[in-house]
C-alpha cells in the first residue's frame, strides 16, 4: 500500500510538471542576477508574479554572466533536453560592450531563435540598449538590430528591459549597470506583463 502512494505521487508529481507552462529565460549576468540573491532576480520574480496570477508556470534561469550570443546556441541545446515552452531571449549586451559586429551578434541572435522554433518553443525576444559613449552610430545600429529580428522572425518583442531601471543610482547597483533587488522588482513587472500577454 505504502509502495503504490508513492508511485501515485510520483505520477501526479511529473503529470504536474508535464501539464505547467516552462519557461526558460536565456540571458547573461542580467538574466542570472549578477550581484543578487537568485531569488530576487527577475526571472524567478517573474515566476512567483505569474503563479501569483493563477497562472502554471515553471520558470529556468539560463543566464550566465559574462556570455555573448556566440554560445546561445550550445547552452539553448543544453536545456532542451528537457521541457521547454516558452523562451525569453536575453542576449547581445555583452557583444555590444565588447564592440563585436553588429552582424554576427544579428548571426548569433537569429540562430538561437531558429533552433527554438524548430524545436516547437515559443520565443520572446528583449532587447538591451548599449550607453551613449559608445558612439550614435553603433547605438542606434544595435538598438535598431533587435528591432529587426523580432519582425524578420515574426516574435513578440520587449525593446528594453532596463527601461525606467538605467541610469538611476537607486535601483543600480554599484557598478552602474546590473540592477539590485528593487531595480529586478521594476524588469520583473514589465517583463511579467510581456511573457503573460504571450502565454
Known amino acids: 500500500m505504502k509502495m503504490l502512494s508513492i508511485l501515485f505521487l510520483g ?33 524567478r520574480l517573474v515566476e512567483q508574479n505569474l503563479r501569483e496570477r493563477k497562472h502554471d508556470v515553471i520558470v529556468t534561469n539560463g543566464g550566465v554572466s559574462g556570455s555573448t550570443s556566440a554560445s546561445g546556441v550550445t547552452r539553448l541545446k543544453w536545456h532542451l533536453k528537457k521541457k521547454t515552452d516558452i523562451m525569453v531571449l536575453e542576449l547581445g549586451a555583452n557583444d555590444g560592450l565588447r564592440g563585436l559586429k553588429i552582424t554576427e551578434t544579428q548571426k548569433n541572435l537569429k540562430e538561437i531563435i531558429r533552433l527554438a522554433k524548430n524545436k516547437k ?15 550614435k552610430k ?53 517583463v511579467t506583463d510581456f511573457v503573460e500577454k504571450n502565454l
Do not use: R
Open 138 to 190: 553603433y547605438t542606434d545600429e544595435f538598438e535598431q538590430m533587435y528591432k529587426k529580428i523580432a519582425v524578420d522572425e515574426k516574435i513578440p518583442f520587449l525593446p528594453f528591459i532596463l527601461n525606467g531601471v538605467a541610469g538611476k543610482n537607486e535601483l543600480n547597483q554599484a557598478d552602474g549597470i546590473h540592477p539590485n533587488p528593487k531595480g529586478h522588482e521594476i524588469v520583473a513587472g514589465k
Open 11 to 43: 505520477l501526479l508529481i511529473s503529470s504536474s510538471a508535464f501539464s505547467s507552462t516552462n519557461i526558460l529565460f536565456l540571458g547573461d549576468s542580467l538574466t542570472e542576477g549578477q550581484g543578487v540573491d537568485e531569488n530576487q532576480a527577475f526571472p
Open 121 to 135: 518553443v515559443k520565443v520572446l525576444l528583449v532587447g538591451v540598449l548599449m550607453p551613449p559613449n559608445y558612439g
